[in-house]
Structure formats: structure tokens, C-alpha cells
């Protein structure tokens, strides 16, 4: 016999008992877009501070992630970009934010492998560049089948890649265009970019939606976070359409 | 397709000389984006921007509706195609790692003679980061650098071996400046074509690194 599913949906403010200070706290989006603008603002509200974020970028000054950037709630970022917020270039260089650059490619194999249970992913990107300092490096050998650990000063032999080891985070932020009472989510067009990905490597998963539906309205096969991985939901707030 | 009409438009033009039909191209934010213009009539080119969008085609025109939730790399809104699609971003980015794009396009600080770009952070300068253009670089099938062929200083961009940082270690393979192009060989940088107001001395005078001067080299336009 079919049981009703659970409605996950809480208030903003009842979903921020679930944040703490020092969190580490994955924020997806690009720039503006797919933000959850929503969640950062209660994030705000209940004063949250010391966060480790792992994000793409800060989004614009004043603006979503630049709302953390602005009220200095960051203490360490990793991400790939920070250009389009020159509020945090200025803190990188004032030393107000200590920051971990990673391509964006990476970030993506990073998270999925901690959010898959891979032990770390083998990436040629950055190869001979700064991104390659402190991390191991290997080198497909041909003839024997198999890799070996290489540094710069031994000459090239075959193909290598950087070892890249797995994100995770204590608390995952989505914004999704439709939810699901019980957290199954689907994304609208390129406002989805990191959020699929970051939803599945972090302990605590609170998703906002622009409209949430009854369970059993989204169709199976065009659902793209299953609600399984998702803990809470809220509705999102829209101040500006981007 | 336009005339080009400054040295900006002239590098575009002839950058999108080298995209085929049926390619799938990356235009990094600022000048690349430029190549739009300049597509050849008779053949169709598909935009990638990493951040999960095939079948961009630049920004809506002036009062026309901005399309929600579709912005291209540099987070503008764009306007998507008839055809085009939506995914994630490590599905992008295994896409362009995976060497299912043909050609990416993206400025330089400096590029050097065995195909080494830096063109993210500069020692001593606030860094923007890198985005997504170190996999750009390694995953594309081919790499083509638009710069101003000297900085506003007057110093070559172009030089025999770069010192800055790198985002990319033997990835160029051509580079399109106002003045020639140049294509990055195992042999070394080769000029293969030249602008028509200007000479190959004065294309080898301001170039850093040392080129192959072929018998016979073309015009860029």
C-alpha cells in the first residue's frame, strides 16, 4: 500500500536552524543566475558568519553571494572566478578573505566525486600551471600498464593528470524553478548549472523553489535532483528575475 | 555577415574564418564574443558557454523580451536559438574536457612560441581567476588566442617564453592579432598571414618570440 510522501516544506527561517557558524556551505549559481538568493538572504537574517563557501563564483557586488561577500560572513572561499565582484577582489587582496582557486571543470569533478563516494578524480586541467602546486601528479606508462607518480623535473613520457581530491560540504543551498513537496526538483534552463551537482555531496540539502507542487505533478523522467537527496524546502523569494 | 571596421573587428573577422561548418565553438567573454558578427554566410556555427548552454546567439536586441534564466559566460542575459539546449555544469565540462568542442577562442596576457597561455593572474596584481579556461584549453580541439599584438605600453604579447603563470602548457595553436596570424607548430611559431597594411619586418620587430617565415605568407583579410 502506497504511503502519502512527508512534505518537507519549512519556513526560511525554520530551514536556517539547520545552518551554524564555520559551516562549510556549497552556494551554487553563475553569477546572478540560479542563485539561491533566498537562502543566502536567511542566511543574512540569523547572522550566520565564519562560512567556508564553495561556489563558482560570488555572484555581483551587493548581490547574492556578494550579500556574505559585503557583510564579510566569508572566511574562506573556494572557487573559480571572483571578476564579476569587485568587492571581493578588494577582500582577497585586503587578506579579509582567504581563497582556494580551482578551474571550473574541477569544481565540478570534485564535488561529483564527493558526492559520488570517489576517492578523487585524475584531471589534466592545470597541468603546469600554479593549479598543479601541492597536489600529485601521474603519468600513464604504456608499456607497463599502468600509472606512476611523476614531478616537473622528470621529462614527459606519456599523458598525465593532476590528482584532484573530492569536495564535500556540511550544508548544500539549491534554487530550483519547481519542487515537489517532498524535494524533487527541476531547474530552469542555465539557472541549473551547479546546482545538480552540489546537491549531492553535502549532509544537509535545503532547496528553495519559485513554485512548489504537489507531489506527483512533476513527471519522473524530467525530474533532475530526486527528492531522496534533498532534506528541506522552501519557497524562493524572486528580487530580481535573472 | 558585416565588414569589419576596426582592429578589434578585423581579429574577429578573421578568427571566425577558422570555425567549419557544424563546429561547436566557445567564445570567451570580451573580444571573442565579437565573432558572432563575422560568421561566414554559408556556414552555421554552434556557441558553447560552459556555464550549460549549446545555441547561444548573443545578447536580445534593444526592447526585444529578456529571455529568463538564459545568461552566456559572462553572466549576460543571451538569447538562445531554435534547436539549442540546457544541461548542467559538470555535464559542460565533461563536455568540453572531453574534446567535444572544436574550437575555443579566448584573450591572452602574453602567449609564447611552444603554445603556453597565461592569461588569469598577473604576480603581484588582484587575480580574477581563472573560470572555466584551463579546461577550455586542455579539452578543445583547437585554441585559438585574440589579442592586440603589443599592450597599451607598446611591449609584444607574443613572446619566446612566457614567465607569468600559466592557464594553459602547449595548448595554443593559433594566434589572430590586428597585424597576422600565427600558427603555433612543433617546428616553432609560423606566420602564415600578415594584415594588408603591414609588413612581415614589421610583424617580426614586434613580436617577442622568434617566428618561421614561411616563402610565401598570406593576407589576413
New interface residues.
Given amino acids: 500500500m502506497s504511503k502519502t510522501p512527508k512534505s518537507k516544506v519549512v519556513t526560511v527561517e525554520q530551514a536556517m536552524e539547520h545552518c551554524y557558524d564555520g559551516m562549510t556551505v556549497m552556494l551554487p549559481g ?5 542563485v539561491p538568493q533566498t537562502l543566502i538572504e536567511g542566511l543574512m537574517k540569523a547572522g550566520i558568519k565564519d562560512l567556508h563557501v564553495i561556489s ?2 560570488t555572484s ?1 557586488k551587493g548581490k547574492g553571494i556578494g550579500k556574505l561577500v559585503h557583510d564579510n560572513r566569508i572566511k574562506h572561499l573556494t ?6 565582484n569587485t568587492e571581493t ?2 577582500k ?2 585586503a587578506g579579509e578573505i582567504n581563497i582556494t ?1 580551482v ?7 570534485k ?2 566525486a564527493g558526492g559520488a563516494g570517489i576517492g578523487g578524480i585524475l ?9 598543479q602546486d601541492g597536489k600529485q601528479v601521474l603519468e600513464w606508462d604504456n608499456e607497463k600498464g599502468e600509472y606512476k607518480f611523476v614531478t616537473d623535473a622528470d621529462p614527459v613520457k606519456g599523458k598525465r593528470y593532476i590528482l584532484e581530491l573530492p569536495l564535500h560540504a556540511d550544508v548544500c543551498f539549491v534554487h530550483a ?1 519547481k519542487a515537489d513537496k517532498m524535494g524533487n526538483v527541476q ?11 552540489f546537491a549531492t555531496a553535502a549532509d544537509f540539502v535545503i532547496v528553495e523553489a519559485e513554485h512548489i507542487v504537489e507531489v506527483g505533478s512533476l513527471d519522473p523522467d524530467e525530474i ?1 535532483t530526486p527528492g531522496a537527496l534533498v532534506d528541506l524546502v522552501v519557497p524562493a523569494v524572486m528580487e530580481d ?2 | 555577415m558585416k565588414k569589419p571596421e576596426n582592429a578589434r573587428e578585423i581579429i574577429a573577422c578573421r578568427t571566425a574564418r577558422f570555425f567549419k561548418d557544424g563546429d561547436l565553438v566557445n567564445l570567451g567573454i570580451g573580444m571573442p564574443t565579437l565573432c558572432l558578427d563575422f560568421i561566414p554566410d554559408d556556414i552555421d556555427v554552434w556557441f558553447d558557454s560552459e556555464n550549460g548552454v549549446i545555441g547561444l546567439i548573443g545578447a536580445p536586441n534593444e526592447g526585444d523580451p529578456v529571455p529568463t534564466d538564459v545568461v552566456d559566460a559572462g553572466g549576460r542575459p543571451s538569447m538562445m536559438r531554435v534547436g539549442g539546449c540546457c544541461f548542467d555544469s559538470f555535464r559542460s565540462f565533461g563536455y568540453i574536457r572531453g574534446g567535444h568542442v572544436d574550437a575555443t577562442v579566448l584573450g591572452a596576457y602574453e602567449v609564447d612560441a611552444e603554445g603556453n597561455l597565461a592569461n588569469w593572474m598577473i604576480p603581484g596584481k588582484a587575480a580574477a581567476g581563472m573560470g572555466g579556461a584551463m579546461d577550455l584549453v586542455t579539452g578543445a580541439k583547437t585554441t585559438i588566442v585574440m589579442t592586440t599584438h603589443c599592450d597599451k605600453a607598446g611591449n609584444p604579447k607574443i613572446v619566446q617564453k612566457t614567465e607569468l603563470p600559466l592557464t594553459g602548457w602547449h595548448v595554443v595553436d593559433y594566434i589572430v592579432s590586428e597585424l597576422a596570424v600565427i600558427h603555433i607548430t612543433p617546428e616553432g611559431p609560423v606566420l602564415e598571414e600578415i594584415a594588408p597594411n603591414t609588413t612581415v619586418e614589421e610583424v617580426v620587430a614586434k613580436t617577442g618570440a622568434k617566428l618561421i617565415v614561411p616563402e610565401k605568407v598570406g593576407c589576413m583579410l
Wanted: hydrophobic letters at 35%.
Fill in positions: 553563475f553569477v546572478n543566475c540560479g563558482n563564483n555581483v572557487c573559480s572566478h571572483i571578476g564579476n577582489v578588494e582577497v587582496v582557486f578551474p571550473q571543470g574541477s569544481i565540478c569533478e564535488v561529483r584531471t589534466p586541467t592545470g597541468l603546469h600551471t600554479p593549479m524553478y531547474y530552469h534552463r542555465t539557472a541549473r548549472n551547479f546546482n545538480e551537482i533532475m528575475a535573472e
